[in-house]
């Protein structure tokens, strides 16, 4: 079976643009979460996605926004790009099975830098 | 609100030796605990977790962990450093069952000497 999948891997843009990630979930997930890892701030969670359906946001400004799928994959969108959202950003997927339902499954993340 | 704290950004071990991660937490709610692991340029793979079952957590690859609610700690050991073991580790809190909602500790790079 294969993982969950993030594209693209490494991404360069300048400050005032915006961008957009895409993730694809393991076959059969349809929760996806997004997280936000810097140096400064570590590991932070953006929001969660079911059904299409926001269920959960951390503490983010709008600019960052999400969507889901009929087909689980998402994507978020950071819009007027700042220095400060240089991250590595990971996408989740988890199962609604029993047996791993509280299991996060990460893809590899994209490296986005902002010049 | 919940949050975590893990002692020590860095440790070193000698290849065979114990590993101990420390992690604590605090939460107004019985918490969820998980451990993940981060190898370079890789996501985040889980470990294991404390869902409110057995108190003596064991693991994939040998760790395991103990949650003690009067100490609010969840550390990870092993009791014999691999060089495979070389990587960052991550503790995190959920306050649900689904696990999702993560907040996540400062996390704690191990290195290990041969």
């Known amino acids: 079976k294969a993982g969950v999948t993030q594209t693209p891997r490494y991404l360069i843009k300048t400050r005032g643009q915006q961008v957009t990630l895409s993730c694809s979930p393991i076959?059969?997930?349809?929760?996806v979460s997004w997280y936000q890892q810097t140096p400064g701030q570590g590991l932070q969670f953006l929001f969660e996605?079911?059904?299409?359906?926001?269920?959960n946001k951390g503490n983010f400004p709008g600019r960052f926004s999400g969507r889901q799928f009929s087909n689980s994959r998402s994507e978020m969108n950071v819009s007027t790009l700042e220095l400060g959202d240089s991250a590595l950003y990971l996408c989740?997927?988890?199962?609604?099975?029993?047996?791993?339902?509280?299991?996060?499954?990460f893809g590899p993340g994209t490296r986005l830098t902002v010049l | 609100a919940q949050s975590v704290t893990q002692l020590g950004s860095h440790v070193s071990v000698s290849e065979g030796a114990l590993v101990l991660l420390r992690c604590n937490y605090s939460?107004?709610?019985?918490?969820?605990l998980f451990w993940y692991v981060q190898y370079p340029n890789q996501g985040l793979q889980l470990l294991l977790k404390?869902?409110?079952?057995?108190?003596l957590v064991k693991g994939i690859n040998g760790f395991e962990a103990e949650f003690k609610k009067s100490e609010t700690s969840f550390h990870l050991t092993k009791p014999s450093a691999h060089m495979s073991d070389a990587a960052e580790y991550f503790c995190?809190?959920?306050?649900?069952?689904?696990?999702?909602?993560?907040?996540f500790g400062g996390g704690t790079r191990l290195m290990v000497k041969p």
């Open positions: 989740a997927s988890r199962s609604r099975l029993v047996s791993s339902y509280n299991e996060q499954f």
């Open positions: 939460s107004s709610v019985p918490p969820y």
């Open positions: 404390y869902t409110s079952a057995a108190t």
């Open positions: 076959s059969g997930h349809r929760s």
């Open positions: 996605y079911f059904s299409e359906t926001q269920r």
């Open positions: 995190a809190v959920s306050e649900n069952n689904a696990g999702n909602m993560l907040t």
